[in-house]
């Protein structure tokens, strides 16, 4: 029962041109925790969140979801439990309705019309878009787009939620209102991030990659108090 919902033990990815974007990391998250995942641009950190759901796999090392591998085996049971919002929300509406985007999950894994247009109903209520439906996703506002994608991952009722840079380009009323939905959420969270406000506000535990590798994991505030590790981690400048 303690067992936890994501580990990483050993995980190795090169890209095709030789270069190391994840070395060695081991990381295990128990269920029901916030975890940020923050570094300079090129850390690791959305190369990692891809491996939760099986969308890259690793040249060597394990991930493990709810005590299944992700391997190519598993991946239907694993991309139900793990749902993956990407940073720009146009990566993952490509309906012409807002009904399609977000039924577009629960339609694949096979359910019934009737539990199809429930799961939609409550997603985008759950997201604070009930009624929405019939819009269309493109004429949307981008914190509006980000919160149907948001919905989109939900309706399919995920144990994990890993959302890459989820506050990027939003303004500060949106971000905050996307801060708040996500804290309401009793799901398993991991956010890859650099927004350092985010990050105080949603997630307790920092983990801290530099090339490809993991410098610091611990509780946010004692992470954020060491200038040094945030100057290291690319998140700060030594003034």
């Not at 085996?73 to 146009?90: C, E, H, S, W, Y």
């Not at 019939?134 to 989109?152: D, Q, T, Y």
């Not at 939003?170 to 650099?194: E, N, Y």
Request: hydrophobic share 45%; with cysteine; net charge neutral.
């Amino acid at each position: 029962m303690n067992d936890p919902i994501i580990r990483l033990d050993n995980l190795n990815y090169a890209y095709p041109d030789g270069r190391k974007a994840l070395d060695g990391v081991n990381l295990s998250i128990k269920r029901g925790e916030s975890v940020a995942v923050a570094g300079a641009n090129g850390a690791g950190k959305s190369t990692l969140l891809l491996h939760l759901n099986g969308i890259i796999h690793g040249q060597n090392g394990a991930v493990k979801v709810c005590g299944l591998p992700v391997t190519a085996a598993n991946l239907k049971t694993i991309r139900a439990k793990v749902g993956v919002v990407f940073q720009n929300p146009d990566d993952q509406l490509f309906c012409p309705e807002v009904f399609d985007d977000v039924a577009f999950g629960p339609i694949n894994m096979s359910l019934a019309e009737v539990e199809v247009r429930s799961r939609v109903a409550d997603s985008l209520a759950a997201v604070g878009l009930p009624g929405y439906e019939r819009r269309s996703s493109h004429h949307l506002s981008l914190g509006e787009k980000k919160r149907i994608a948001l919905a989109s991952v939900l309706a399919m009722r995920p144990e994990v939620l890993a959302l890459d840079e989820p506050s990027s380009n939003l303004d500060p009323a949106a971000k905050w209102g996307l801060i708040q939905l996500l804290k309401s959420l009793d799901v398993t969270k991991v956010v890859v991030s650099h927004d350092l406000e985010l990050i105080e506000a949603l997630c307790p535990r920092l983990v801290i990659m530099k090339q490809g590798k993991i410098m610091a994991d611990g509780p946010t505030p004692e992470i954020m108090s060491r200038v040094e590790l945030l100057v290291a981690g690319g998140l700060a400048h030594r003034r």
